[in-house]
């Protein structure tokens, strides 16, 4: 047990390692690091803002040598209590110092971050390179880092075609719970660099997706492509769930769209709330500015600016795709193919402003993180195949039916949305929002101007506990239907969910890597 004297003489030598202003004690700094999108508990004993590896690995040493749990934070971007401590006295180490874009190699083609780093600063370090990486990020990317991307995994800027982020990833450093440094891929050969990610047994696999559980990632290399710079854009409106997810099924099995997402009405309404004639000026801004040409830029400028946002209306769900290829004929070729399986489907097109707006402004204000009127907001998601994504929503459905009249008592709503990831998954995530106070980081997330418009709802925790319930029983049911998931956390039954073989090699690594329990203990469940 940790004693009080035991906490100075750590955090002194803590600060010897990473400076006294790093070492942050305050309550309001302890609070706001610990908690997340949903989640406000225990607050951390203290947090900690290492800028190098080498830093890193001294702070991880020291704190467990004293017992001390350590946990990793990226953006704070997640909502499954990934990085929420479980226990009293828990140190978190802030990755925000350690930003820096350590290459990028246009011979070898792989760019290397600190994982503190933003998909945000990434792009726009790559931006006039004409190289991206081939997944680039998620729509949080302006806080969501590279190391917290490949802790939670997670998908959405080039998922269509080329899969969520741990498929982009070649090599990672990881400092583990012994403050030792391990590097995987072709870096962990003797003369190595992080060209390529197999080497022997996948290890660098191992370190993604553990919501923080098994290391600390200090570096990521990520492989480099040329930018596809044909682009087209659509949308698309259906009268029926079933239509509009089995003509997102076909246009990911056909690999047809970069990115390919969609909204149920309900969730479509919410949009249409929440945002703003003047953000809809700036986000138009920003599409004038990629459009290539001054001429082509007024031009479609002024035809988003004539739709407005009264094609919507009418609008039940909506799908939406970017098209990017290496040729201007290929992009017009994947977007007559995608017209014609949306006639199939009895589908009809619509205006495309939301991808056209969405492209030319990938990593916007986080707004979205709460309601349009100030009310909480969480999601629950399932990665299915898209044999399974009607039944799944069917199901979906069927619970929030059963929970009907209370969710209108306490009106609490629910939407969806949908995205597709490159041939042979599906995303399915419903939304939920009700009234109820915000938390710290809400006010720290959300652009200060649009905070101050919002409500401001009394703590509801019979809303927030029905909630928590409903959205645990589709957790459930998705599990139940062979569905997995993204950011596990703390929050997702993963060692109910997984074949016992699995999970005793998962647990044999856990005990090989952290041997005390003391790097993020509860993440995964171990």
């Not at 607050?43 to 890193?56: F, G, R, Y």
């Not at 467990?64 to 350590?70: G, R, S």
């Not at 009405?265 to 138009?284: H, I």
Request: hydrophobic share 40%.
């Amino acid at each position: 047990m940790n004693t009080k004297s035991d906490a100075s003489i750590v955090l002194e030598t803590l600060a010897t390692i990473v400076g006294q202003e790093y070492v942050l004690t305050d309550a309001d700094s302890c609070s706001l690091y610990a908690q997340d999108v949903f989640t406000k508990d225990k607050p951390a004993l203290a947090v900690v803002q290492p800028s190098s590896t080498l830093e890193l690995s001294e702070v991880v040493k020291t704190a467990t040598a004293h017992k001390y749990i350590t946990i990793p934070r990226g953006g704070g971007m997640s909502y499954t209590s990934g990085y929420v401590p479980q226990q009293d006295n828990s140190i978190i180490i802030d990755m925000s110092r350690m930003s820096k874009i350590v290459e990028i190699n246009e011979q070898d083609m792989y760019v290397t971050v600190e994982c503190g780093c933003s998909w945000k600063s990434l792009y726009e370090a790559l931006k006039d390179t004409g190289l991206r990486t081939p997944c680039w990020g998620t729509l949080s990317g302006i806080y969501a880092t590279i190391g917290g991307g490949l802790s939670q995994n997670g998908m959405f800027w080039g998922s269509g075609q080329f899969g969520a982020i741990a498929d982009s990833v070649i090599s990672v450093e990881v400092v583990l719970a012994d403050g030792s440094i391990l590097e995987t891929g072709s870096a962990a050969q003797i003369n190595g660099t992080p060209f390529f990610r197999h080497f022997g047994p996948d290890l660098t696999g191992v370190f993604i997706g553990d919501t923080g559980s098994l290391g600390f990632k200090a570096r990521a290399t990520l492989r480099l492509m040329p930018e596809l710079t044909a682009r087209e854009y659509i949308s698309m409106d259906f009268k029926t769930s079933d239509d509009a997810l089995n003509t997102m099924s076909e246009i990911s099995r056909r690999g047809l769209a970069m990115e390919c997402f969609g909204f149920d009405p309900f969730l479509q309404a919410q949009r249409k709330q929440r945002e703003s004639l003047a953000s809809d000026a700036k986000a138009l801004v920003g599409f004038m500015k990629s459009a290539g040409s001054i001429g082509q830029a007024i031009k479609q400028g002024s035809k988003i600016a004539f739709a407005g946002r009264g094609f919507m209306d009418d609008v039940d769900f909506s799908i939406h795709a970017f098209i990017e290829e290496r040729s201007a004929h290929g992009a017009k070729q994947c977007l007559e193919d995608i017209r014609a399986i949306v006639k199939k489907n009895k589908g009809k097109e619509i205006e495309n402003t939301i991808p056209k707006i969405l492209r030319a402004n990938p990593f916007g204000p986080v707004n979205n993180m709460v309601g349009p009127n100030g009310e909480r907001w969480v999601p629950v998601h399932g990665q299915f195949p898209h044999s399974k994504v009607i039944p799944a929503f069917n199901a979906t459905e069927a619970i929030f039916n059963s929970h009907r009249d209370v969710m209108e008592r306490m009106q609490i709503g629910v939407g969806y949305l949908f995205a597709v990831i490159s041939t042979n998954a599906f995303v399915i995530e419903p939304v939920f929002f009700w009234q109820d106070c915000l938390n710290e980081l809400h006010e720290k997330s959300v652009e200060s101007g649009h905070f101050s418009k919002l409500k401001k709802f009394d703590e509801n925790l019979e809303a927030r506990e029905t909630v928590t319930k409903i959205k645990n029983e589709v957790a459930a049911k998705f599990s139940e239907m062979g569905g997995v998931h993204f950011q596990i956390g703390k929050n997702y039954a993963y060692k109910d969910g997984i074949k016992p073989p699995a999970l005793e090699l998962i647990e044999r690594i856990k005990e090989c890597v952290d041997p005390n329990r003391l790097v993020n203990p509860g993440s995964l469940g171990l």
